[in-house]
């Protein structure tokens, strides 16, 4: 009778897991929704603003193009869906933070929070980095080196996509201390070994770079360069950090070592804040037994 009152409360926790999911998916969907709706309707406006450091840099007379037919309508549409997307990370992040703090102990909450909140804050950081600073350059170079009578007249889909690898390209170099810090936690490595590596590191940015920007120097040396910065920031946030992140694998240790022990000895798992993952595979709250 006890393992069948198991078995139904297991099934109710899985689809208590499953509605929780499908409620904030929708959140999700709808935040998307409610950002695109506005963004649409200036579509026009935020594409010239993302074509401003391209097109104050082409030859007088001389204008974007669109090759295909649909180009018009469906590119000022594929960014407006972006960038609402993109805007609405923060509240996206949240969302899946809600739905796995349940299952986090106290001292990891403690990790993560900040841990998106600085992966979010670098992820623009390094994309304003690429608009402001990157751009301009990489734009004015490859137009400088057109050959002559070269008219220089970039086609909106292409150079719409060619901006959202920058983008991400970028933004996703900027997490670099975010994961120096990650891996010191997680036991991956140590500053002091990271600190060895640094001659690796400052070569293997500069690989990086070459494969995620385009064919010239000056992308590569803007993308690399600030990776490298970036990783010296990992380090240090890591060796500062490094006391905390011991006490905190050290608690988690102790966690761990407690549940196998109450496991072994059929007590029921304490009902304390952090305790215990509220994962599919929990025990139940309450120890119930049989007739």
Do not use: C
């Amino acid at each position: 009778m006890a393992s069948s009152n198991e078995t139904v409360e297991q099934e109710q926790g899985f689809l208590s897991h499953l509605i929780e999911l499908r409620d904030r998916l929708m959140k999700m969907v709808l935040a998307v929704v409610l950002l695109f709706i506005p963004l649409f309707i200036v579509r026009d406006k935020i594409y010239s603003w993302l074509a401003d450091p391209l097109s104050r840099l082409l030859p007088e007379g001389t204008e974007m193009i669109a090759y295909e037919v649909a180009s018009p309508f469906l590119i000022p549409l594929k960014l407006s869906l972006m960038l609402s997307v993109f805007l609405a990370i923060p509240f996206l992040l949240y969302q899946i933070w809600a739905f796995v703090a349940p299952g986090l102990y106290s001292h990891e909450k403690r990790l993560v929070a900040p841990l998106l909140a600085s992966s979010t804050l670098l992820f623009y950081a390094g994309v304003a980095f690429s608009y402001f600073v990157v751009f301009p350059l990489v734009f004015g170079f490859l137009i400088n080196v057109a050959p002559e009578g070269v008219q220089v007249s970039p086609d909106i889909a292409r150079y719409l996509d060619f901006v959202i690898t920058m983008f991400f390209a970028f933004g996703i170099a900027f997490e670099v201390p975010v994961a120096t810090v990650l891996l010191v936690v997680t036991g991956v490595t140590t500053p002091e070994k990271l600190t060895k590596m640094r001659p690796y590191v400052f070569v293997g940015a500069f690989i990086i770079g070459m494969f995620l920007t385009p064919p010239d120097v000056v992308s590569q040396i803007l993308l690399a360069v600030p990776m490298y910065i970036l990783f010296e920031l990992g380090v240090f946030l890591s060796s500062r950090f490094k006391l905390w992140v011991k006490d905190a694998s050290d608690a988690r240790e102790s966690m761990v070592e407690e549940e196998v022990k109450t496991e072994s000895s059929g007590a029921a798992t304490p009902k304390t804040s952090g305790g215990y993952r509220n994962s599919l595979t929990d025990h139940n709250d309450s120890d119930e037994s049989g007739p």
